[in-house]
């Protein structure tokens, strides 16, 4: 059971600290863009976690500023003139019209909507949603079949989830996130490969990652980019 207090006495600078109270051994901090909280073992004097928090001063200021950042670089759907999508810088050609519906076509993607403000973003993320299911699909089952894996796979789903791109199952679930469509064609391969990669290593051992390196030599330039650009492939 844990024991959560916004304690009155905990500060970093002249905010207020939350402390969290349970039966681990060692303390953490976690920062959020509105609350930093000190999860700590039970009977820490509060003297010992103050000094905990002054001890990573820097570090805080430096989570919170990288949060805000991220939270500033996240694209305005509503005010673009182009979406990103698959690496291409797609031109967003909006009419209005009497349904919602989108058209992709040389000139980019043509939406109708009867109504801008309420139907952008879920029309988007219907455009996303079914590329998905065409590319992931198709990618997926070339990249294993290629390693005769094919048989392994018992089913691909879509989702969108918070923190995860990908998923497979120990029956052969493999999972996506569409909004993946948002990023570079050879980040959404990586992802591929290593959902794939999973059909064989259901973990992150070395010889996981070698799987992964044979199905897209050179892919930590693309893991690497998934997890600096992942929090800007968003809809909202
Ligand atoms: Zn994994």
């Not at 928090?53 to 003139?81: C, F, G, T, Y």
Request: proline share 4%; net charge positive.
């Amino acid at each position: 059971m844990n024991c959560s207090t916004m304690n009155p006495k905990l500060f970093w600078r002249d905010q207020a600290v939350a402390m969290t109270l349970s039966r681990r051994k060692t303390m953490a901090l976690h920062v959020r863009e509105n609350s930093i909280e000190v999860r700590a073992p039970y009977r820490t004097p509060i003297k010992l976690a103050q000094t905990f928090v002054d001890d990573h001063d820097q570090w805080i200021e430096r989570k919170l500023s990288d949060i805000r950042k991220r939270k500033a670089e996240k694209p305005d759907l509503m005010a673009a003139s182009h979406i990103p999508f698959m690496g291409l810088n797609v031109a967003l050609n909006i009419e209005q019209g009497a349904i919602n519906r989108w058209q992709l076509a040389p000139e980019g993607l043509n939406c109708t909507l009867t109504d801008k403000q309420e139907q952008l973003l879920p029309l988007l993320g219907d455009f996303y949603k079914k590329q998905a299911q065409f590319w992931l699909n198709k990618k997926t089952l070339a990249v294993a079949e290629g390693l005769g894996f094919q048989n392994r796979i018992s089913g691909i789903r879509l989702r969108k989830t918070k923190t995860k791109w990908g998923h497979c199952s120990a029956s052969g679930q493999l999972q996506y996130n569409w909004l993946i469509m948002m990023a570079p064609e050879a980040v959404i391969d990586y992802l591929v490969a290593h959902e794939v990669a999973h059909l064989e290593h259901l973990n992150h051992s070395a010889s996981f990652w070698q799987l992964v390196a044979q199905i897209q030599p050179g892919f930590d330039r693309n893991r690497r980019w998934l997890s600096d650009h992942g929090h800007r492939l968003t809809l909202t």
